[in-house]
Structure formats: structure tokens, C-alpha cells
């Protein structure tokens, strides 16, 4: 079974509760609370990690997760269904803060052979943008069209950060 990491699982976790009925393909862990401090792995870096690349990637993913916690919470007080503009306004700062860690990756120092994994991981994110983006703009949107329409996305999401997770020595989540 695939695990689910932090960032996807909160959405996953949004997504299924917004759906009542779970997201297909979302599964492991339940996700640490948003303000509980992050703690990066005893687990030994590789040794030609940059310095201080550890410690960018667990922030970085630390503030994501802040905001689609936010964003989880407003899903489920949205109605079932909803408008695509009501929708749209709470996955707005979703999809900014996902695209925000998209760029940080990105400016990130990394090593050669995490390049491609850390392009994975922008990949899946900006599948998952334009889905959003896709939902906030129709008519109407039920709890069950969130869930379908983004559940795939986050089988990649979690696949993908996992890996680069596994670059930094830390384990997936």
C-alpha cells in the first residue's frame, strides 16, 4: 500500500472529510497537527546533501502544511454542493501555498541526482493546481467531485515527495 506523506495527507484528509465517504487511494498516516513542531529524522543524511538543505526542505513543507490545514477545515464547512466559487475561494490559498513550495523546491540547492525527483514533485503538484483550478471554475461542485477529481492527484503528490523525502534521509511519511 502506498503511504501518504504529511502534505498530501492533509488534503487527503480535507478531501475525504469534505466527501464524507474517504478519497480513493488515500490512506497511512494520520496527519501531526499543523503547530506541533516539525521534527527532522535521526536518520543520517546523505553525505553530498548542501548544507542547511535538510532543514530548507522541512520548513518549507512545514508552512504548506499550515495552509492546507487551513483549507482542509474550510472544505468541510462547505456545502454539499457547493458553488465553483466557493470552492474556489478556499482552494485558492491552497494552490498558492502549493505553488509557493513548488518554487522553494525549486530555488533549492540540490543535488544532481534529486533533480528529476524534485521536478516529480512540481509535476504532480501542477496536475493538482489545474484540477483545482478546473473545479473553481464550474457551475457547481459536490463533495464527491472534490474527492474523485484530486484523489488521483495525490497518489502522485505523496509517490513523488516521498521519493525526494528519501534523497534527505528522511523517512516517508
Do not use: H, N, Y
Not at 4 to 17: E, I, P
Not at 56 to 64: C, G, P
Not at 67 to 89: E, F, R, S, W
Amino acid at each position: 500500500m502506498i503511504r501518504v506523506s504529511r502534505f498530501s495527507s492533509f488534503l487527503c484528509v480535507a478531501l475525504a472529510a469534505a466527501a464524507l465517504g474517504g478519497v480513493a487511494g488515500c490512506g497511512g498516516s494520520t496527519p501531526k497537527a499543523p503547530g506541533a513542531a516539525v521534527q527532522v529524522s535521526a536518520t543520517p543524511a546523505p553525505t553530498d546533501l548542501p548544507s542547511g538543505l535538510k532543514q530548507q526542505f522541512v520548513t518549507a513543507e512545514s508552512d504548506t502544511l499550515k495552509a492546507l490545514k487551513t483549507g482542509g477545515d474550510q472544505l468541510k464547512q462547505l456545502p454539499d454542493p457547493a458553488t465553483g466559487a466557493q470552492v474556489k475561494q478556499v482552494l485558492d490559498p491552497m494552490v498558492a501555498a502549493t505553488g509557493a513550495f513548488d518554487k522553494q523546491l525549486k530555488a533549492m540547492p540540490w543535488p544532481s541526482r534529486s533533480v528529476a525527483k524534485v521536478d516529480a514533485v512540481v509535476a504532480a503538484d501542477s496536475a493538482w493546481i489545474a484540477d483545482a483550478d478546473r473545479l473553481g471554475g464550474s457551475a457547481t461542485v459536490t463533495k464527491a467531485d472534490m474527492s474523485g477529481s484530486l484523489g488521483k492527484d495525490l497518489i502522485r503528490q505523496q509517490a513523488a515527495i516521498d521519493q525526494v523525502r528519501g534523497d534527505l534521509g528522511l523517512p516517508p511519511l
